[in-house]
């Protein structure tokens, strides 16, 4: 059974950090690209960052030099590295896997809030 548990998540300040981790279940995990994505109240889910099964990763330009994606293949997770968090960045954050092993599932998501 597919299933992805997000988790990490809090209130922080603008400015600072914080380290996202989803772990993975149900799937080979090593042979796919695991995505992060994230919803803005009101707002669609986007993509936020990638790493293929190669380690090759992919970023949304608006995360570019504050956001690390990572993977831990023995231990079927990926994380996200957050720094330098601004407003905007106040989401609930999904992980899930490309192409989407199972459609329409998301997991619970973490929420982000950054604010002072």
């Known amino acids: 059974q597919v299933q992805f548990v997000e988790s990490g998540g809090g209130l922080v300040q603008p400015g600072g950090s914080l380290r996202l981790s989803c772990a993975a279940s149900?799937?080979?995990?090593?042979?796919?690209?695991m995505r992060w994505y994230r919803q803005a109240p009101g707002k669609q889910r986007r993509f936020v960052a990638s790493?293929?099964?190669?380690?090759?990763?992919d970023y949304v330009d608006s995360v570019l030099g504050r956001f690390t994606i990572s993977r831990d293949n023995a231990k079927n997770a990926v994380y996200l590295q957050m720094n330098s968090l601004k407003p905007e960045d106040t989401a609930v954050y999904y992980c899930?896997?490309?192409?989407?092993?199972?459609?329409?599932?998301w997991g619970q998501g973490t929420q982000v809030t950054v604010s002072s």
């Open positions: 899930n896997a490309y192409p989407p092993p199972k459609l329409n599932y």
């Open positions: 149900g799937i080979i995990f090593s042979s796919y690209t």
């Open positions: 790493i293929a099964n190669d380690y090759r990763t």
